[in-house]
Protein backbone atom coordinates (compact mmCIF):
# COMPACT_ATOMS: atom_id res chain seq x y z
CA UNK A 1 0.00 0.00 0.00
CA UNK A 2 1.09 3.25 -0.70
CA UNK A 3 1.09 5.19 2.20
CA UNK A 4 2.61 2.58 4.26
CA UNK A 5 6.59 3.44 4.70
CA UNK A 6 9.04 1.37 3.01
CA UNK A 7 10.79 0.37 5.76
CA UNK A 8 8.09 -1.77 6.82
CA UNK A 9 9.22 -3.93 4.06
CA UNK A 10 12.28 -4.98 5.93
CA UNK A 11 10.31 -6.66 8.54
CA UNK A 12 7.63 -8.77 9.58
CA UNK A 13 5.42 -9.68 12.08
CA UNK A 14 7.18 -11.49 15.12
CA UNK A 15 7.10 -15.50 14.39
CA UNK A 16 7.12 -16.20 17.97
CA UNK A 17 3.84 -14.08 18.56
CA UNK A 18 2.26 -15.80 14.97
CA UNK A 19 2.70 -19.05 16.67
CA UNK A 20 0.79 -18.34 19.91
CA UNK A 21 -1.91 -17.24 17.91
CA UNK A 22 -1.90 -19.90 15.42
CA UNK A 23 -2.40 -22.40 18.52
CA UNK A 24 -5.21 -20.38 19.84
CA UNK A 25 -6.59 -20.64 16.86
CA UNK A 26 -6.23 -24.37 16.44
CA UNK A 27 -8.18 -24.78 19.68
CA UNK A 28 -10.43 -22.68 18.59
CA UNK A 29 -11.39 -24.75 15.95
CA UNK A 30 -10.99 -27.74 18.08
CA UNK A 31 -8.11 -29.30 17.28
CA UNK A 32 -6.35 -31.01 19.94
CA UNK A 33 -3.20 -29.37 19.97
CA UNK A 34 -0.14 -29.51 22.14
CA UNK A 35 0.92 -26.69 22.52
CA UNK A 36 4.91 -26.10 22.67
CA UNK A 37 5.27 -22.64 21.01
CA UNK A 38 4.74 -20.21 23.04
CA UNK A 39 7.73 -18.72 25.52
CA UNK A 40 5.64 -17.93 28.72
CA UNK A 41 5.50 -19.01 31.72
CA UNK A 42 2.72 -21.89 32.41
CA UNK A 43 2.89 -20.48 35.91
CA UNK A 44 -0.06 -18.05 37.30
CA UNK A 45 1.68 -14.45 38.48
CA UNK A 46 2.03 -15.28 42.01
CA UNK A 47 -0.48 -14.25 44.65
CA UNK A 48 1.64 -11.28 46.24
CA UNK A 49 2.28 -9.36 43.10
CA UNK A 50 -1.60 -10.12 42.15
CA UNK A 51 -2.35 -8.26 46.00
CA UNK A 52 0.15 -5.22 45.29
CA UNK A 53 -1.38 -4.30 42.33
CA UNK A 54 -4.67 -4.55 43.25
CA UNK A 55 -3.56 -2.19 46.58
CA UNK A 56 -2.31 0.41 43.76
CA UNK A 57 -5.18 0.43 42.16
CA UNK A 58 -7.70 0.58 45.54
CA UNK A 59 -5.04 4.25 46.84
CA UNK A 60 -5.46 5.80 43.19
CA UNK A 61 -2.45 4.78 41.84
CA UNK A 62 -4.34 4.94 37.99
CA UNK A 63 -2.93 7.89 36.74
CA UNK A 64 -0.07 9.12 33.93
CA UNK A 65 3.00 8.51 35.68
CA UNK A 66 6.58 9.76 34.12
CA UNK A 67 7.97 8.66 30.73
CA UNK A 68 11.10 6.86 32.73
CA UNK A 69 9.13 4.71 35.45
CA UNK A 70 7.77 5.26 39.11
CA UNK A 71 10.70 6.31 41.12
CA UNK A 72 10.18 3.83 43.89
CA UNK A 73 9.89 0.87 41.21
CA UNK A 74 13.41 2.73 39.42
CA UNK A 75 14.73 2.69 43.09
CA UNK A 76 13.69 -1.06 43.81
CA UNK A 77 15.54 -1.87 40.35
CA UNK A 78 18.66 -0.09 41.06
CA UNK A 79 19.12 -2.11 44.45
CA UNK A 80 18.05 -5.09 42.50
CA UNK A 81 21.04 -4.60 40.08
CA UNK A 82 23.26 -4.13 43.19
CA UNK A 83 21.94 -6.88 44.88
CA UNK A 84 22.07 -10.02 42.09
CA UNK A 85 24.46 -8.39 39.40
CA UNK A 86 26.98 -6.16 41.87
CA UNK A 87 26.10 -2.92 39.22
CA UNK A 88 25.48 0.34 40.58
CA UNK A 89 22.91 2.55 38.97
CA UNK A 90 21.09 5.45 40.18
CA UNK A 91 17.36 5.61 39.15
CA UNK A 92 18.15 8.37 36.57
CA UNK A 93 19.84 5.72 34.60
CA UNK A 94 16.61 3.20 34.51
CA UNK A 95 14.24 3.43 31.87
CA UNK A 96 11.28 1.28 32.49
CA UNK A 97 8.70 0.20 29.74
CA UNK A 98 6.08 -1.75 28.33
CA UNK A 99 8.37 -5.25 28.53
CA UNK A 100 11.33 -5.56 27.33
CA UNK A 101 10.67 -5.71 23.58
CA UNK A 102 9.48 -1.98 24.13
CA UNK A 103 12.54 -1.26 25.76
CA UNK A 104 14.70 -2.65 22.96
CA UNK A 105 12.44 -0.65 20.48
CA UNK A 106 13.11 2.32 22.52
CA UNK A 107 16.89 1.79 22.46
CA UNK A 108 17.59 0.91 18.66
CA UNK A 109 15.06 4.03 18.32
CA UNK A 110 17.35 6.19 20.39
CA UNK A 111 20.57 5.11 18.79
CA UNK A 112 20.46 4.13 15.27
CA UNK A 113 21.22 6.00 11.93
CA UNK A 114 20.33 4.64 8.76
CA UNK A 115 23.64 1.80 8.39
CA UNK A 116 24.73 1.14 11.79
CA UNK A 117 25.72 -2.65 12.32
CA UNK A 118 23.94 -4.96 15.10
CA UNK A 119 25.70 -8.05 15.70
CA UNK A 120 23.81 -10.31 16.87
CA UNK A 121 24.73 -13.61 17.42
CA UNK A 122 22.32 -16.93 15.41
CA UNK A 123 20.69 -18.26 16.99
CA UNK A 124 19.00 -15.41 18.09
CA UNK A 125 15.55 -14.15 19.93
CA UNK A 126 13.16 -13.43 17.03
CA UNK A 127 13.14 -9.50 17.67
CA UNK A 128 16.58 -8.28 17.78
CA UNK A 129 16.62 -8.47 13.58
CA UNK A 130 13.54 -6.48 13.24
CA UNK A 131 14.14 -3.95 15.83
CA UNK A 132 17.61 -3.27 14.19
CA UNK A 133 15.86 -3.14 10.52
CA UNK A 134 12.54 -0.66 11.53
CA UNK A 135 15.47 1.63 12.57
CA UNK A 136 16.86 1.42 9.27
CA UNK A 137 20.23 -0.82 10.83
CA UNK A 138 21.67 -3.55 9.57
CA UNK A 139 21.77 -7.17 11.43
CA UNK A 140 25.11 -8.63 11.10
CA UNK A 141 24.66 -12.24 11.94
CA UNK A 142 27.30 -14.44 13.34
CA UNK A 143 26.76 -18.16 13.29
CA UNK A 144 26.85 -19.80 16.44
CA UNK A 145 26.49 -23.76 15.64
CA UNK A 146 25.52 -26.68 18.17
CA UNK A 147 29.46 -27.56 18.22
CA UNK A 148 30.36 -24.36 19.42
CA UNK A 149 27.31 -24.63 21.76
CA UNK A 150 25.49 -21.98 20.25
CA UNK A 151 27.61 -19.12 21.69
CA UNK A 152 29.70 -16.87 20.02
CA UNK A 153 33.71 -16.92 20.84
CA UNK A 154 35.98 -14.21 20.74
CA UNK A 155 37.23 -14.88 17.46
CA UNK A 156 34.08 -14.20 15.63
CA UNK A 157 33.36 -11.14 17.60
CA UNK A 158 36.50 -9.43 16.42
CA UNK A 159 36.27 -10.37 12.74
CA UNK A 160 32.35 -8.99 13.13
CA UNK A 161 33.57 -5.69 13.94
CA UNK A 162 33.86 -3.08 11.38
CA UNK A 163 34.08 1.05 12.11
CA UNK A 164 29.92 0.74 11.78
CA UNK A 165 29.44 -1.44 14.73
CA UNK A 166 26.98 0.08 16.96
CA UNK A 167 25.74 -2.72 19.10
CA UNK A 168 26.62 -5.73 20.01
CA UNK A 169 23.46 -8.05 21.25
CA UNK A 170 24.10 -10.31 24.07
CA UNK A 171 21.04 -12.71 25.37
CA UNK A 172 22.00 -15.12 28.13
CA UNK A 173 20.54 -17.44 29.20
CA UNK A 174 19.39 -17.39 25.14
CA UNK A 175 16.48 -17.85 23.79
CA UNK A 176 15.83 -19.80 21.75
CA UNK A 177 18.73 -21.89 23.04
CA UNK A 178 18.75 -21.86 27.04
CA UNK A 179 22.68 -21.65 26.85
CA UNK A 180 24.61 -19.18 28.65
CA UNK A 181 27.92 -17.86 29.18
CA UNK A 182 30.56 -18.28 31.61
CA UNK A 183 32.40 -16.32 32.89
CA UNK A 184 35.44 -17.27 31.13
CA UNK A 185 33.33 -16.82 27.69
CA UNK A 186 32.38 -13.45 28.97
CA UNK A 187 35.56 -12.05 29.75
CA UNK A 188 37.62 -13.46 26.48
CA UNK A 189 34.67 -11.51 24.91
CA UNK A 190 34.85 -8.54 26.83
CA UNK A 191 38.98 -8.29 26.06
CA UNK A 192 38.12 -8.09 22.36
CA UNK A 193 35.28 -5.17 23.20
CA UNK A 194 38.38 -3.45 25.23
CA UNK A 195 40.82 -3.42 22.45
CA UNK A 196 41.57 -0.19 20.95
CA UNK A 197 40.22 -0.38 17.58
CA UNK A 198 36.36 -1.94 19.43
CA UNK A 199 36.26 0.90 21.78
CA UNK A 200 33.10 2.39 19.66
CA UNK A 201 30.76 -0.91 20.40
CA UNK A 202 27.92 -0.83 22.86
CA UNK A 203 27.12 -3.73 24.28
CA UNK A 204 23.08 -4.49 24.56
CA UNK A 205 22.57 -7.45 27.17
CA UNK A 206 19.61 -9.16 27.35
CA UNK A 207 18.84 -10.79 30.47
CA UNK A 208 15.88 -11.45 30.81
CA UNK A 209 16.57 -15.21 31.71
CA UNK A 210 18.82 -14.67 34.41
CA UNK A 211 17.06 -16.44 37.02
CA UNK A 212 15.90 -19.20 34.95
CA UNK A 213 18.60 -21.60 35.65
CA UNK A 214 19.20 -25.33 36.58
CA UNK A 215 22.40 -27.51 37.95
CA UNK A 216 23.77 -24.40 39.96
CA UNK A 217 24.42 -22.45 36.95
CA UNK A 218 25.40 -18.76 38.14
CA UNK A 219 24.65 -16.63 35.41
CA UNK A 220 26.69 -12.72 35.16
CA UNK A 221 26.29 -9.82 32.83
CA UNK A 222 28.90 -8.92 31.14
CA UNK A 223 29.20 -5.46 32.59
CA UNK A 224 29.54 -7.01 36.24
CA UNK A 225 32.75 -9.39 34.67
CA UNK A 226 34.11 -6.48 33.12
CA UNK A 227 33.68 -3.17 34.87
CA UNK A 228 35.31 -1.34 32.21
CA UNK A 229 32.39 -1.57 29.89
CA UNK A 230 29.86 -0.53 32.59
CA UNK A 231 29.84 2.92 30.34
CA UNK A 232 29.12 1.65 27.14
CA UNK A 233 26.56 -1.24 28.60
CA UNK A 234 22.99 -1.04 28.30
CA UNK A 235 21.48 -3.96 30.44
CA UNK A 236 17.92 -5.30 29.68
CA UNK A 237 15.79 -6.90 31.68
CA UNK A 238 11.97 -7.72 32.69
CA UNK A 239 9.14 -8.87 34.37
CA UNK A 240 7.55 -11.35 31.88
CA UNK A 241 9.76 -15.14 32.62
CA UNK A 242 10.96 -15.15 36.57
CA UNK A 243 7.90 -13.32 37.77
CA UNK A 244 5.34 -14.95 35.74
CA UNK A 245 4.31 -11.37 34.55
CA UNK A 246 3.97 -11.50 30.36
CA UNK A 247 0.62 -10.11 30.07
CA UNK A 248 1.84 -7.26 32.23
CA UNK A 249 3.91 -5.77 30.01
CA UNK A 250 6.63 -4.51 31.97
CA UNK A 251 10.17 -4.37 31.54
CA UNK A 252 13.29 -2.00 31.92
CA UNK A 253 17.46 -0.92 31.30
CA UNK A 254 19.86 0.60 33.03
CA UNK A 255 22.45 2.03 31.23
CA UNK A 256 24.29 5.58 30.93
CA UNK A 257 21.96 8.42 31.82
CA UNK A 258 22.50 10.15 28.16
CA UNK A 259 21.14 7.48 26.29
CA UNK A 260 18.34 6.66 29.17
CA UNK A 261 17.40 10.34 28.92
CA UNK A 262 16.90 9.27 25.28
CA UNK A 263 14.90 6.53 25.71
CA UNK A 264 12.84 7.90 27.96
CA UNK A 265 12.14 11.41 25.68
CA UNK A 266 10.83 8.27 23.05
CA UNK A 267 8.22 6.99 25.91
CA UNK A 268 6.89 10.27 26.24
CA UNK A 269 5.85 10.63 23.08
CA UNK A 270 5.42 6.58 22.50
CA UNK A 271 3.50 6.11 25.50
CA UNK A 272 4.15 8.71 27.90
CA UNK A 273 4.56 6.49 30.77
CA UNK A 274 3.89 2.57 31.23
CA UNK A 275 0.84 1.42 33.17
CA UNK A 276 1.06 3.05 36.78
CA UNK A 277 -0.66 0.56 38.98
CA UNK A 278 1.73 -2.26 37.11
CA UNK A 279 4.75 -0.69 37.73
CA UNK A 280 3.70 -1.20 41.86
CA UNK A 281 2.99 -4.49 41.17
CA UNK A 282 6.74 -4.89 39.73
CA UNK A 283 8.26 -2.97 43.31
CA UNK A 284 6.66 -6.39 45.06
CA UNK A 285 8.10 -9.00 42.44
CA UNK A 286 11.48 -7.70 42.88
CA UNK A 287 11.33 -6.83 46.77
CA UNK A 288 8.57 -9.60 47.39
CA UNK A 289 9.00 -13.36 48.82
CA UNK A 290 11.05 -14.89 45.72
CA UNK A 291 10.58 -18.83 46.85
CA UNK A 292 8.19 -19.21 44.22
CA UNK A 293 11.16 -18.81 41.34
CA UNK A 294 13.48 -21.52 43.33
CA UNK A 295 10.00 -24.03 43.00
CA UNK A 296 9.40 -22.81 39.48
CA UNK A 297 12.80 -24.01 38.37
CA UNK A 298 12.38 -27.57 39.65
CA UNK A 299 9.29 -27.90 37.70
CA UNK A 300 11.12 -26.58 34.48
CA UNK A 301 14.53 -29.02 35.35
CA UNK A 302 12.53 -32.08 35.44
CA UNK A 303 10.60 -31.13 32.24
CA UNK A 304 14.10 -30.17 30.47
CA UNK A 305 15.35 -33.51 31.71
CA UNK A 306 12.52 -35.45 30.67
CA UNK A 307 12.24 -33.57 26.69
CA UNK A 308 16.28 -33.62 26.35
CA UNK A 309 16.00 -37.56 26.91
CA UNK A 310 12.75 -38.52 24.99
CA UNK A 311 13.78 -36.17 22.19
CA UNK A 312 17.94 -37.63 22.30
CA UNK A 313 16.08 -41.16 21.83
CA UNK A 314 14.36 -40.40 18.47
CA UNK A 315 16.31 -41.29 15.21
CA UNK A 316 17.37 -37.88 13.63
CA UNK A 317 17.26 -35.35 16.37
CA UNK A 318 19.91 -34.43 18.54
CA UNK A 319 19.43 -32.27 21.73
CA UNK A 320 21.77 -30.54 24.19
CA UNK A 321 21.16 -29.85 27.67
CA UNK A 322 20.14 -26.35 28.67
CA UNK A 323 21.18 -24.69 31.59
CA UNK A 324 18.89 -22.10 31.43
CA UNK A 325 15.64 -20.37 30.12
CA UNK A 326 12.81 -22.69 29.45
CA UNK A 327 13.82 -24.03 25.62
CA UNK A 328 15.46 -26.65 23.91
CA UNK A 329 16.71 -26.51 20.16
CA UNK A 330 17.33 -29.53 18.55
CA UNK A 331 18.60 -30.34 15.61
CA UNK A 332 16.46 -31.89 13.14
CA UNK A 333 19.44 -32.34 10.72
CA UNK A 334 19.30 -35.89 10.40
CA UNK A 335 15.57 -35.69 8.71
CA UNK A 336 16.31 -33.25 6.10
CA UNK A 337 15.59 -35.28 2.90
CA UNK A 338 13.37 -38.02 4.31
CA UNK A 339 9.87 -38.04 2.95
CA UNK A 340 6.16 -37.62 4.82
CA UNK A 341 3.56 -40.49 4.17
CA UNK A 342 1.94 -38.07 2.46
CA UNK A 343 5.13 -38.34 -0.77
CA UNK A 344 6.47 -34.34 0.61
CA UNK A 345 9.88 -34.38 1.06
CA UNK A 346 11.15 -32.47 4.35
CA UNK A 347 13.23 -29.69 2.61
CA UNK A 348 14.06 -27.86 5.78
CA UNK A 349 13.22 -26.85 9.52
CA UNK A 350 10.40 -25.04 8.15
CA UNK A 351 8.76 -28.43 6.74
CA UNK A 352 9.40 -30.57 9.96
CA UNK A 353 7.08 -28.35 12.07
CA UNK A 354 4.76 -27.93 9.69
CA UNK A 355 4.76 -31.59 9.34
CA UNK A 356 4.95 -32.02 12.75
CA UNK A 357 1.83 -29.36 13.19
CA UNK A 358 -0.03 -31.34 10.05
CA UNK A 359 -0.09 -34.66 11.05
CA UNK A 360 0.13 -34.41 15.25
CA UNK A 361 -1.01 -31.24 16.15
CA UNK A 362 2.25 -30.16 17.51
CA UNK A 363 3.26 -26.51 17.87
CA UNK A 364 6.60 -25.83 17.65
CA UNK A 365 8.98 -22.80 16.10
CA UNK A 366 11.44 -23.61 13.24
CA UNK A 367 14.98 -22.71 13.31
CA UNK A 368 14.95 -20.56 10.38
CA UNK A 369 12.77 -17.92 12.68
CA UNK A 370 15.96 -17.76 15.26
CA UNK A 371 18.53 -17.48 12.00
CA UNK A 372 20.39 -21.36 12.76
CA UNK A 373 18.57 -23.99 10.51
CA UNK A 374 18.70 -27.13 10.27
CA UNK A 375 16.66 -26.62 14.21
CA UNK A 376 13.42 -26.13 15.85
CA UNK A 377 12.42 -24.92 19.57
CA UNK A 378 10.59 -26.29 22.19
CA UNK A 379 9.56 -24.33 24.63
CA UNK A 380 8.87 -26.62 28.03
CA UNK A 381 7.00 -23.94 29.95
CA UNK A 382 3.98 -26.65 30.05
CA UNK A 383 3.13 -29.55 31.89
CA UNK A 384 4.41 -32.90 32.15
CA UNK A 385 1.75 -34.77 30.63
CA UNK A 386 1.21 -32.48 27.61
CA UNK A 387 5.45 -32.46 27.16
CA UNK A 388 5.69 -36.33 27.33
CA UNK A 389 2.30 -36.26 24.84
CA UNK A 390 4.24 -33.98 22.72
CA UNK A 391 7.40 -36.10 22.70
CA UNK A 392 5.14 -39.53 21.48
CA UNK A 393 3.72 -37.46 19.18
CA UNK A 394 7.18 -36.31 17.98
CA UNK A 395 8.51 -39.29 17.81
CA UNK A 396 5.47 -40.91 16.11
CA UNK A 397 6.04 -38.07 13.39
CA UNK A 398 9.73 -38.83 13.01
CA UNK A 399 9.14 -42.55 12.91
CA UNK A 400 6.27 -42.24 9.76
CA UNK A 401 9.14 -40.77 7.47
CA UNK A 402 11.07 -42.48 5.17
CA UNK A 403 14.12 -42.40 3.31
N1 LIG B 1 14.25 -10.90 25.32
C1 LIG B 1 14.08 -12.22 25.14
C2 LIG B 1 15.29 -13.04 24.89
C3 LIG B 1 12.82 -12.80 25.17
O1 LIG B 1 12.67 -14.10 25.00
C4 LIG B 1 11.70 -11.98 25.41
C5 LIG B 1 10.35 -12.62 25.46
N2 LIG B 1 9.57 -12.38 24.40
C6 LIG B 1 11.92 -10.59 25.58
C7 LIG B 1 13.20 -10.09 25.53
C8 LIG B 1 10.85 -9.60 25.80
O2 LIG B 1 9.96 -9.95 26.77
P1 LIG B 1 8.89 -8.93 27.32
O3 LIG B 1 8.62 -7.94 26.23
O4 LIG B 1 7.71 -9.79 27.61
O5 LIG B 1 9.49 -8.31 28.52
N1 LIG C 1 9.77 -14.35 24.03
C1 LIG C 1 8.67 -15.23 23.78
C2 LIG C 1 9.02 -16.18 22.67
O1 LIG C 1 10.10 -16.14 22.17
C3 LIG C 1 7.33 -14.55 23.63
C4 LIG C 1 6.94 -14.09 22.28
C5 LIG C 1 7.75 -12.91 21.83
O2 LIG C 1 7.58 -11.84 22.39
O3 LIG C 1 8.56 -13.14 20.95
O4 LIG C 1 8.22 -17.02 22.34
Same mark, same amino acid.
Given at each position: ?????????????????????????????????????????????????? #???????? /????????????? @?? +?????????? $????????????????? &????????????????? *????????????????? %???????? $???????????????????? &????????????????????????? =??? @???????? /??????? #???? @?????????????? /????????????????????????? +?????????????????? /?????????????????????????????????????????? $????????? =??????? !??? *?????????? &???? !?????????? %????????????????????????? +?????? $?? =???????????????????
Amino acid at each position: MAFLAERLLNIKPSPTVAVVTLAKELELAGRDVINLGPGEPDFDTPAHIL #DACNKAME /QGKTRYGTPAGVL @EL +RQAICEKLKR $DNGLIYTPDQVSVGSGG &KQIIFNAMAATLTTGDE *VIIPAPYWVSYPDLTSL %FEGVPVYV $DCPAEENFKLTPQQLRSAIT &KKTKWLILNSPSNPTGVAYTVEELR =DLA @EVLLEPSN /QHVWIMT #DDIY @EFIVYDGFKVKSIA /QIEPKLYDRTLTLNGFSKAYCMTGW +RLGYAAGPSELIKAMNMI /QSQAATSTTTFVQWAGIEALNGDHAFITENNQAYQTRRDLVV $DRLNKIEGL =DCLTPVG !AFY *VYPSCAGLIG &KKTP !AGKTIENDED %FVTFLLETESVVCVHGAAFGLSPHF +RISYAT $DI =DTLEEGCNRIRRACNSLSQ
